[in-house]
Structures are given as C-alpha cells and as structure tokens.
C-alpha cells in the first residue's frame, strides 16, 4: 500500500474536513500562509480556494508532497521539500500565518525547538501560529457518535494510530511552557468534540 496515496484520500472525507475546520477559521482573507508539514496539500487546497490568501506548503516527504502537487494542480499554491532540522527558506517575518498539523507531536524536544525558533522567524509581528494535534481522547463511542459513516471509517484508523503519541503530547504541555520561556501569547482549545487540540502562538 503506498502510505503517501492512502493518506491524501483520508483527507478527502468529511470527518478530515472537521478536524482541519478550526484551524481553517482562525486565517483571515489577508496575507501570506505557511503550512508546515504539509503531507498531501489539503489544508493549503481549502485556504487558497475559501481565503483567497497566498499558500505555501513545505515537507520533508517526497511521496507526500507528490500528492500535494496532484492535489493542488491548476492552483497558484506552491510546494516546497525541506530537510528536516534545517532553517526554512523564507525570510525573516514573511508570513501572518504559520500552520502546523499533526507534526509536533511526533517530534522529538530538539526538533520541536528548531522548528519553533524558525517558524517565529520568518513569522510577522502580528501573525500567529496555529498548531493542531489530536488528543488521543476519547473513545469508539465518540467516533461513533459524532462521525460514525461508511465514507468515515478511516477515523478509526487515525485515532486509534495517533492516540498514544496524542496523550503524550497533551499530557506534556509543551507549548505552555515554549510560550513562558519565549514571552509569547497562548492560546488553546480542545475542539472536534474533544479529539483534537488547537494551540495558537502569538508574539
């Protein structure tokens, strides 16, 4: 099964649209965005297409950003490899935006540092940046309760594949204490019926 494929048609369901939705109404109609960890493109393809702003995605995964590319053919969004702990190539204080999903909580402190202390630098002084994770909360009820459709079973694969590393994530705190120590404003919310996390940084 190629994983990268697999992954770009989980984000083409209804239940991926509700877990993106609450980063998705956190961007304005003004400047520029930067998704990092983008995978297969789906939150840059929603923002450029109900925004109108300017998108770019970055990745360290070639398979993933070739189904962003797919994805976003015919577009003006534009997607970018990295490497991995390596500063982005974008200047200082470019974007109002900076967006990261289900990355951090699979990064390790070194790595979440680097990408942070980054992701602030090429930040302008009045964006923000929008974190979401998901929980590891929860239970078959919930998914079944909330999402539970023939075209929604791939939740189930998510949360139960997430879930230890979220609880982890969520337990941890880290962008609490990331917030304190960088005199940067916090913000968090726990939304998608209690699965997942939105975390906002602001300078």
């Not at 297409?49 to 070639?62: L, S």
């Not at 951090?104 to 940046?129: C, P, T, W, Y």
Request: charged letters at 25%.
């Amino acid at each position: 099964m190629n994983f990268s494929r697999f992954f770009s048609k989980i984000q083409e369901t209804h239940w991926y649209r509700s877990f993106l939705n609450p980063v998705i109404n956190e961007i304005g109609t003004k400047g520029e965005l930067l998704d990092i960890g983008t995978g297969s493109g789906k939150l840059i393809q929603i923002v450029s297409n109900e925004k109108g702003i300017k998108c770019i995605g970055v990745d360290t995964n070639t398979e993933m950003l070739e189904q962003a590319k797919l994805k976003l053919k015919g577009t003006e969004v534009s997607v970018l490899q990295i490497e991995a702990d390596e500063k982005l190539p974008f200047e200082n204080k470019r974007f109002k935006y900076i967006t990261i999903c289900s990355v951090l909580f699979h990064l390790e402190k070194e790595s979440l540092d680097v990408m942070l202390k980054d992701a602030q630098r090429v930040l302008k002084k009045e964006g923000k940046i929008i974190i979401l994770t998901p929980t590891g909360k929860g239970n078959v009820l919930t998914l079944s309760r909330y999402y539970f459709s023939l075209k929604n079973l791939s939740i189930y694969i998510w949360f139960f594949a997430t879930r230890n590393r979220a609880k982890a994530w969520a337990n941890n705190k880290y962008l609490t204490q990331y917030a304190n120590e960088n005199k940067l404003q916090y913000k968090s919310q726990i939304v998608m019926n209690g699965l997942a996390q939105l975390e906002i940084l602001k300078q």
